[in-house]
């Protein structure tokens, strides 16, 4: 991939520069896709980076991205064509990665504790929990004057979109939790390829940086669906130009860690669910998937044959169209 080719695309991933034409070419319109800039606000006492796509007076949606991913991750294309069915779409950098805070100064797990905490549950006190970005989430939407959202979260961002609706159900219309599990520990574990990726330690080197983006990525994506490695790359790109932050991960895992098994308190859950899922997810295997549909009364689960812990190009269609049919059923049920 020529650097040209990485700068074109980068610049479109990082900064919602999708084109007019290129726009109405996918059917939506400049009024229903509008771009909000990158923007910092206080939520929940964290200095929050969010972005925005569609009319900010229609029905919002909240994106809610995964362990140490940034909020770029949600493609351009994925939020507009969303927000072109008309939907206010927001996605956000959670805290410790891309744009949002970083703790500098917080203790910083070391591998063999999370090793240690994942198989046995034995770690010291987390430096946050789930329930302490869900409260981010919450503080974000109260910046935005969002009342209440529809809630979209993606692996750990699923998780915390789970414990928004055990908490703090009255700010939700509905949540949809993407191949994310209840924390039951007693369910299949990663498979080892996958636990490899997802322990090294971040290179602060950008070539290197690159690299391990680029193999992360594929070993998560599974085999089923073919590796856009260029468009892989140049998302790492866009990633490392906003800014890493190597130790945020591992106290973003420790948090899932820490905040264990919520099976029983899901039974409780109230808000409509959604639980999509792929058949192929080498990190959080569909049981963990299975799982959440069980736990939480009338809940629906989608599973995706082939995919794995990604959300490949190939599906958006699908899973767009399952995200805005789910929105619509819960304002539809709200208003009755």
């Known amino acids: 991939m020529t650097a040209a080719t990485i700068a074109a695309v ?3 991933t990082s900064s919602g520069g999708l084109a007019r034409g290129a726009v109405e070419a996918r059917g939506m319109t400049t009024a ?15 200095k ?3 972005d925005a796509f569609g009319d900010p007076e229609a029905t919002p949606v909240v994106l809610v991205m995964g362990l140490a991913a940034q909020m770029i991750l949600w493609d351009d294309e994925f939020c507009r064509t ?5 939907f206010f779409v927001v996605r956000f950098d959670n805290r410790d ?3 949002s805070i970083h703790l500098d100064g917080a203790r910083v797990p070391k591998v063999p504790e999370l090793m240690l905490a994942g198989a046995n549950r034995l770690f010291q006190r987390p430096i946050y929990t789930l329930v302490d970005m869900a409260k981010d989430v919450l503080g974000l939407m109260d910046a935005l004057g969002l009342p209440t959202a529809h809630v979209v979260g993606v692996s750990m961002g699923g998780a915390i979109s789970q414990v928004l609706a055990i908490h703090f159900r009255s700010r939700l219309r509905s949540i949809t939790s993407i191949m994310s599990s209840t924390g039951n520990a007693k369910l299949p574990r990663a498979k080892p390829e996958a636990v490899q990726v997802l322990f090294k330690p971040t290179p602060p080197d950008r070539d290197a940086y690159l690299a391990r983006y680029v193999e992360t990525w594929r070993v998560l994506g599974g085999t089923h669906f073919p590796f856009d490695r260029e468009r892989t790359l140049a998302q790492g790109a866009a990633s490392y130009a906003r800014s890493i932050n190597p130790p945020g991960p591992r106290r973003q895992l420790l948090a899932i860690i820490a905040s264990g098994d919520r099976t029983k308190s899901l039974h409780g859950v109230t808000t409509k669910t959604l639980v999509l899922h792929g058949t192929a997810d080498p990190l959080v295997p569909i049981e963990g998937g ?3 549909a069980a736990a939480i ?3 629906r689960l989608i599973e995706l044959e082939g995919m794995g812990h990604t959300m490949p190009r190939e599906l958006w269609p699908q899973i767009t169209a399952a995200i805005v049919a789910h929105a619509r059923a819960a304002e539809a049920t709200s208003s009755t």
């Open 82 to 86: 969303i927000a072109s069915q008309g």
């Open 10 to 12: 980068t610049a479109t």
């Open 97 to 99: 990665i891309g744009r």
């Open 290 to 292: 299975r799982a959440t």
């Open 48 to 50: 929050i980076c969010y």
């Open 32 to 46: 229903t896709t509008a771009y909000r800039e990158p923007t910092i606000v206080d939520a929940n006492g964290m």
């Open 297 to 299: 009364p009338g809940a």
